[in-house]
């Protein structure tokens, strides 16, 4: 188990790096970081506190997956938010 967590950390962290490194190329227009998340959602704060200093270099949407018209988010995500999709792509969660 405790293999599969630090695999799972470094996966992680090499998504959130590629991220970083795809925010950082310059595009005329700007990706589409989609964030599933409810409220409260410690995790997810942490995420976009994160984020911050990169937002000018993406449109970030919020998915509160609570919210009945988003069922079909809530049923995929309901144990693993923070997820992130960039520009209608998985990218990770957690």
Same mark, same amino acid.
């Given at each position: ?5 630090? /695999?799972?950390?470094?996966l ?6 590629l991220?970083?490194? /795809? ?6 227009v700007l990706?589409?970081?989609?964030? +599933? ?8 704060? !942490?995420a976009?506190?994160?984020? !911050?200093?990169y937002k000018n270099?993406?449109?970030?949407? !919020?998915?509160?997956i609570?919210?009945? !018209? /988003?069922?079909?988010w ?6 693993d ?5 960039l +520009?209608?792509?998985?990218l990770?969660?957690?």
């Amino acid at each position: 188990m405790l293999w599969f967590q630090g /695999n799972s950390r470094q996966l992680a962290k090499h998504s959130f790096q590629l991220l970083l490194r /795809n925010l950082s190329a310059s595009k005329t227009v700007l990706p589409v970081l989609t964030l +599933s998340t409810k409220d409260p959602c410690p995790l997810c704060d !942490e995420a976009k506190e994160v984020l !911050e200093p990169y937002k000018n270099r993406f449109i970030l949407q !919020e998915v509160d997956i609570t919210l009945p !018209e /988003n069922s079909a988010w809530y049923d995929r995500y309901k144990f693993d938010i923070p997820s992130f999709h960039l +520009s209608g792509q998985f990218l990770m969660m957690h």
